[in-house]
């Protein structure tokens, strides 16, 4: 599976954006996916995963939940991750990725199948 993030860009404190991970090479309903990022400096964190299928499960960090949406497309082999209420440290590179089984085990980082390359948000205060 070929991952492709994207949408990312300059947003202001309090704004939105919404990413975009296509996939292919393989359809992706039957991975769990998940968005992660990486801040300047530091090291890459978990952000939002959703289960395999109907993605009825969906999982975030504490620092993204209540803003943050991930949502899937089997149809378009897409993976979304709606942001609002933008926060200067929300400034990454995020990430999609691809993982056979448990959407939850996707948090810690582990044993992912598939990484995307990166699209880079700025949010300015």
């Known amino acids: 599976v070929q991952l492709q993030a994207s949408g990312g860009g300059l947003a202001q404190a309090g704004g939105s954006l919404t990413l975009s991970c296509a996939a292919s090479?393989?359809?992706?309903?039957?991975?769990?996916m998940g968005w992660f990022r990486q801040a300047p400096g530091k090291e890459r964190e978990f952000a939002a995963a959703?289960?395999?299928?109907?993605?009825?499960?969906?999982y975030y960090a504490d620092s993204v939940k209540g803003r943050f949406t991930i949502s899937r497309d089997n149809d378009r082999n897409t993976v979304y991750l709606q942001m609002n209420s933008l926060k200067p440290e929300d400034t990454a590179v995020y990430y999609c990725?691809?993982?056979?089984?448990?959407?939850?085990?996707?948090?810690?980082?582990?044993?992912?199948?598939?990484w995307g390359k990166g699209t880079l948000v700025t949010v300015s205060s």
């Open positions: 990725a691809s993982k056979l089984g448990s959407a939850l085990a996707m948090g810690a980082g582990k044993n992912i199948d598939y």
């Open positions: 090479g393989r359809t992706i309903s039957n991975y769990a």
């Open positions: 959703i289960s395999w299928r109907s993605g009825d499960n969906t």
